[in-house]
């Protein structure tokens, strides 16, 4: 029987999170090691079948609620296909993406079945990059309430991104990096709601908005800064933008004290830069490494308590 499968990475966020739904600038990486695929089967009984064993989901299409993320991105795409009723389809998700951790699980998803569904309808249209990210946007309003666009966008062009929100587009630049970035992505094992923290960060930007619209524009600045540097291969500076960009998401309150301790001991074990990444209180850190040191570092943040410490390369074009 006639099938369809896609996949998505997760992704990290290199500089500008949190200040990135307030219009700055920001930059997002795909994780290529990490990902979610989703496999769409032609059935025999009516309905469509969702199994997603690794989000403990298995259910009628009929029996998802509107807060379901995958039943509400088999809905869209449905919308967009302009179809009256599906055919009978047994939907699979698999992710080896952790859950909660700042690493666009949700995303990732979501994009892998958009993708996977819009083609195994004969709608390429559908499954082509933007459309992928903009109907992923649609479903991580779920997870997020006001999510920036970075992280549907990075998981559906599956390239380094520099990404400004803005009305009525959002400026959209993939990169290439100029030379080799590894980077240790450190898991403090400490899941973490994106949707409780950013909206966390908005109630403190409304009692001191002077005070946040600063460490919004300093984070701004940052990464425009790490754009060229990356571009350049310049690592030893774009490692000082991250730990630079750490102390101003300390100052926001997101960070904590398992983020920082891993981002001590990489930075003590000769990592060029560490800082939490995602929306932060738990979740993932990020250190940028020589490859000569990437194995000293590597054990470094497994000895601070680091759940996993996964290498990953950006590669030049
Ligand atoms: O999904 P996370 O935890 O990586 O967070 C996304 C990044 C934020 O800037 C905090 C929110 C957003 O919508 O951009």
């Given at each position: 029987m006639a099938a369809t499968e896609c996949s998505a990475p997760g992704k990290i966020i290199l500089f500008g999170e949190h200040a990135v739904v307030y219009g700055q600038p920001a930059i997002a990486a795909p994780l290529a090691g990490l990902r979610a695929w989703a496999r769409v089967s032609d059935a025999t009984q009516p309905g469509v079948f969702i199994a997603a064993p690794d989000l403990g989901e298995e259910q009628w299409l009929s029996d998802g609620?509107?807060?379901d993320a995958l039943a509400r991105a088999i809905r869209l795409v449905q919308r967009a296909a302009g179809l009256a009723a599906l055919p009978p389809l047994h939907i699979h998700v698999r992710s080896d993406i952790p859950i909660?951790?700042?690493?666009?699980s949700g995303a990732a998803t979501a994009a892998a079945l958009i993708r996977a569904l819009a083609l195994h309808l004969q709608r390429p249209d559908l499954a082509r990059d933007e459309s992928v990210a903009a109907l992923t946007y649609d479903v991580e309003k779920i997870h997020?309430?006001?999510?920036?666009g970075i992280d549907n966008t990075v998981v559906a062009l599956e390239k380094p991104v520099y990404f400004v929100r803005g009305e009525p587009h959002n400026r959209i630049e993939p990169f290439t990096v100029g030379r080799p970035v590894t980077l240790l992505v450190a898991d403090t094992g400490q899941r973490s709601s994106t949707r409780l923290v950013v909206g966390d960060v908005r109630r403190q930007w409304q009692e001191l908005p002077a005070r946040f619209e600063a460490l919004f524009a300093a984070c701004g600045q940052i990464a425009r800064e790490a754009r060229d540097a990356l571009q350049a291969g310049d690592l030893p500076r774009a490692g000082a933008l991250m730990d630079q960009n750490h102390r101003l998401l300390q100052q926001m309150t997101v960070s904590n004290s398992r983020l920082d301790a891993l981002a001590q001991a990489a930075l003590a074990a000769g990592a060029l830069g560490a800082k939490l990444s995602g929306a932060g209180r738990g979740g993932n850190m990020i250190a940028l490494v020589q490859p000569a040191q990437q194995q000293r570092v590597q054990e470094a943040l497994l000895a601070a308590g680091a759940r996993r410490a996964l290498p990953t390369q950006l590669s030049p074009a």
């Open positions: 609620g509107e807060d909660a951790g700042g690493l666009g997020h309430g006001t999510p920036s």
